[in-house]
């Protein structure tokens, strides 16, 4: 029970911030702040219910950072059912969606639902995180969506080996916390963070060192021409 009120929840989270006012007329600020309103009152309601629980809480920390090298039966089976179907509607939607987010404008025109393709991918997103967050925690979760897939644009600029990079980032990091942790005595969520930071850390000082060297060839090659090397 406590798990279909977390799934149900987390969709009516992601369906009340595409609901915000302003549509795809928001600007940067009014979206992170639409947003982090949502989440604080996401949090607030969750201490309230805390509060409320009559029975044993079980261990908060557990809760929060999730327990990678304690998962049930019940969560592999909750995950093998969910991710089919969450991958086949993204699939559905790949397109279009691709469409609506690089020009909302033209998509629009074009007679694409734009407000309803955003609010149809933060339903899946809201239920990923719902499933996923049951295993890592709500906190670890933010760093596994966030940071693979920011390490993957530092890498390519083209969508689909974007989110083929960030799915293989991901779950790369997963891998070394989790055997990280298994010879130590931290938490497997502290190693897999550091692991997701560093990747992304790497692949921005490689992004600005592969910039700088096209920057100072390019400076030559503009010194040369004037000279007749280069037509």
Do not use: H, K
Request: aromatic share 10%.
């Amino acid at each position: 029970a406590a798990a279909w009120g977390y799934f149900c929840f987390c969709g009516a989270g992601a369906l009340t911030i595409a609901r915000l006012p302003g549509g795809e007329r928001r600007g940067w600020g009014d979206e992170s702040a639409g947003v982090g309103a949502v989440q604080a009152l996401a949090l607030a309601l969750g201490f309230l219910f805390v509060s409320l629980y009559g029975g044993v809480l079980g261990d908060l920390e557990a809760l929060l950072f999730g327990n990678l090298l304690g998962i049930s039966d019940g969560q592999v089976l909750t995950l093998a059912i969910l991710a089919p179907v969450l991958l086949l509607a993204l699939a559905l939607l790949a397109r279009p969606l691709l469409f609506a987010s690089v020009d909302p404008g033209a998509a629009a025109a074009r007679g694409l639902p734009v407000r309803r393709l955003g609010a149809a991918f933060l339903l899946l997103l809201g239920l990923t995180v719902a499933a996923a967050s049951q295993i890592t925690g709500p906190l670890l979760v933010f760093a596994l969506l966030v940071m693979p897939a920011a390490t993957a644009q530092s890498i390519t600029a083209r969508p689909v080996l974007s989110l083929a990079l960030s799915v293989a980032i991901a779950v790369l990091v997963v891998w070394l916390g989790a055997g990280a942790a298994y010879f130590s005595e931290y938490p497997p969520g502290f190693y897999v963070t550091v692991f997701a930071f560093a990747a992304w850390a790497l692949a921005r000082l490689a992004r600005g060192g592969a910039a700088r060297v096209r920057a100072g060839r390019d400076g030559g090659l503009a010194e040369l021409a004037p000279e007749g090397v280069i037509a």
